[in-house]
């Protein structure tokens, strides 16, 4: 398994992530990848890759899925913000059990967030049932299967600031009938926009979310896929068990 994350301008929470992923056995199975995008400040120990310049997260998704499909043979990626707490020692195996025992393609951990606001995703809260089929994950952190990704090969560029992804992904997963889920056995925490929250970024939070939004928008409206991507918005705005 690959196990990934980017750092922009936060070195001591993308190290942090490293130290509780080795915490688990089961780290000695992955390889890690932990890329630099475009830091103006000290890099991260951990780092094993770097970018010159901000690609923002669409972007460096898109690098790290390069490697993974042309430098690598893992059966797994998994994809983690750099802002995560988890409790216990055995995040990876948990996730890698759960994912293969549950035959999903993609996987995610179930989230709560260190504030009053939740994630907008309803499908993404702990709902105290136990694996969830779900039509799609919100992208804190995915566990997405190969052959996801190898039909997947590239994120389209319009999506380079990071919204749309996970609509993207599971567009893909609904037209292949693969399944998708989110386990409330295993949550984590999110710690959540950081990068913004402790200024590390020459974009204030309201424009960035303005440029996602309407690239994302204006990247489904114009697509094939825009029906299905409605469809997935409102599945997440409206989900309940």
């Keep these: 398994m690959l196990v990934a994350t980017l750092n922009h301008n936060l070195p001591n ?5 490293v130290t509780q992923l080795k915490r688990d056995p089961y780290f000695q199975n992955c390889e890690l990848m932990v890329v630099d995008n475009g830091s103006t400040e000290p890099l991260a120990k951990s780092t ?22 042309n430098e690598t043979k893992h059966d797994w990626l998994y994809f983690l913000n750099n802002d ?24 995610s951990p179930s989230i709560i967030n260190a504030s009053v606001d939740q994630c907008y ?14 039509k ?13 990704l190898e039909k997947i090969e590239h994120y389209p560029s319009e999506l380079i600031y990071g919204w749309g ?13 693969w399944k998708t889920v989110v386990d409330d056995t ?24 303005q440029k996602a939004e309407m690239s994302m928008n204006s990247f489904f409206l114009t697509s094939e896929l825009n029906s299905l991507y409605l469809e997935l918005r409102q599945y997440g705005e409206s989900y309940y068990l």
């Design 84 to 107: 995560l707490i988890f409790h216990g020692p055995s995040f990876l195996t948990t996730s890698i059990e759960n994912a293969t025992t549950s035959f999903a393609d993609v996987y």
């Design 48 to 69: 094993t890759h770097r970018l010159e310049e901000n690609v923002f997260f669409g972007g460096g998704f898109n690098v790290v899925l390069d490697y993974f499909l």
């Design 13 to 17: 929470l993308t190290d942090n992530l």
């Design 165 to 177: 992804l996970d609509f993207y992904t599971g567009c893909i997963t609904e037209q292949n009938n």
């Design 186 to 209: 295993h949550t984590i925490c999110h710690l959540n926009s950081q990068t913004f929250k402790q200024n590390k970024i020459n974009i204030g939070v309201s424009e960035f979310c």
């Design 121 to 134: 995703w309803k499908q993404m809260w702990n709902w105290g049932k136990k694996i969830r089929s779900v």
């Design 136 to 148: 799609w994950v919100d992208f804190q952190c995915p566990l997405i299967h190969r052959k996801v």
